[in-house]
């Protein structure tokens, strides 16, 4: 069982340059969003998306793009890096309870970014 | 907006020693309620939720968390803590009812655990 993959685990950029963090999940989960951890910060969230062709922004959403093509797939794109996007990123997917809301949360590994 | 507070940032305790760690989340409605557990080095895993029912709930690893409405609280537990629970533990909250609420998943800051051998 694959879950939520993410990559690259490790990415070192210089100040302006752009990228992408890949996002995966084979569980066929609706709800997908990318969360930033910092240290004393616990996990922000970013962006997020409830279906296909959907996304919404979270708490922290400046600097980073997102887009959901399909269901499994939910990239993250840093548009201009700048140092206050070093960071750990997690992607996390999940399901749609009886109730209409998100259930519990399944983590990918996480990607550390570091921006010089 | 939403919020999360863990009271304690740093826990020391001894192994066999009892373990509470307090969470509290604002007003908003109604709510589904998780902790998490992240080990060193790793992501985050569920130890344990609470959707509706019965307010005690049990977990993974002989954890437990007690959801009190009227505090606002879901405090997490475990009787007696071993040196492999050394970890930093995260409270988390979906608070159903606004616009994108019950798809908005908002963590605590968290909170470290060190158990001492």
């Known amino acids: 069982n694959a879950g939520v993959t993410q990559t690259p685990k490790f990415q070192v950029l210089k100040t302006g340059q752009s990228m992408t963090l890949q996002c995966a999940q084979d569980?066929?989960?609706?709800?997908m969003s990318w969360y930033r951890q910092d240290p004393g910060m616990g996990l922000r969230l970013i962006h997020y998306?409830?279906?296909?062709?959907?996304?919404d922004q979270g708490e922290v959403p400046n600097g980073y793009n997102v887009s959901r093509s399909t269901t499994e797939d939910f990239p993250l794109r840093l548009l201009s890096a700048a140092p206050s996007q070093t960071s750990v990123y997690f992607c996390?997917?999940?399901?749609?309870?009886?109730?209409?809301?998100?259930?519990?949360?399944?983590f990918g590994e996480g990607s550390r970014l570091t921006v010089l | 907006a939403q919020s999360v507070s863990q009271h304690n940032h740093h826990v020391i305790l001894s192994e066999a020693a009892s373990l509470e760690l307090g969470c509290n989340y604002s007003?908003?409605?109604?709510?589904?309620l998780f902790w998490y557990v992240q080990y060193p080095g790793q992501h985050l895993q569920l130890l344990l939720k609470?959707?509706?029912?019965?307010?005690l709930v049990k977990g993974i690893k002989g954890f437990e968390a007690e959801f009190i409405k009227s505090k606002f609280s879901f405090n997490l537990r475990k009787p007696s803590v071993q040196w492999s629970d050394t970890a930093e533990y995260f409270c988390?909250?979906?608070?159903?009812?606004?616009?994108?609420?019950?798809?908005?998943?908002?963590f605590g800051k968290g909170t470290l655990l060190t158990v001492n051998p």
């Open positions: 609470y959707f509706s029912g019965d307010p």
């Open positions: 007003y908003g409605g109604t709510v589904n």
């Open positions: 998306s409830v279906g296909a062709g959907i996304t």
């Open positions: 988390a909250v979906i608070i159903k009812g606004g616009r994108g609420s019950n798809y908005k998943l908002t």
């Open positions: 569980m066929n989960h609706e709800y």
């Open positions: 996390a997917s999940s399901y749609r309870t009886s109730s209409g809301s998100t259930g519990e949360l399944f």
